[in-house]
Nanobody
């Protein structure tokens, strides 16, 4: 059974940084697509970034230049590096795995993701 667990959330002041981790277990392949999503007061579910099974990446415009996504194959972990955080980045962050997406050209729809983690909270104060 595939399991995803996020970690690294917390509270920071505006301009600060956090690195979120998504640990994956129980998936038969070593490379897979991971998407990062967030739930904010303004949005029930918003895609933030994704990394494809081929290591292609995509970051949405609202966080471009501040967020990046990467993978450590040996650790079965995907990271979301978040720099220059702003109050509007406050929310619950989720990672999700897609067995359907290989290459990333844009942010995949959440309906393409099969397994989700429980989320980790991020709070950015001004």
């Amino acid at each position: 059974q595939v399991q995803l667990v996020e970690s690294g959330g917390g509270s920071v002041q505006a301009g600060g940084s956090l690195t979120l981790s998504c640990a994956v277990s129980g998936y038969r392949y070593s490379r897979y697509c991971i998407g990062w999503f967030r739930r904010t007061p303004e949005s029930e579910r918003e895609g933030v970034a994704a990394i494809g099974a081929d290591d292609s990446t995509f970051v949405v415009n609202s966080v471009k230049g501040r967020f990046s996504v990467s993978r450590d194959v040996g650790k079965n972990t995907v990271y979301l590096q978040m720099n220059n955080l702003q109050p509007e980045d406050t929310g619950m962050y989720f990672c999700a795995l897609s067995s359907q997406v290989n290459s990333i050209l844009n942010m995949p729809s959440s309906v393409l993701f099969d397994a989700w983690g429980p989320g980790t909270p991020v709070t950015v104060s001004s």
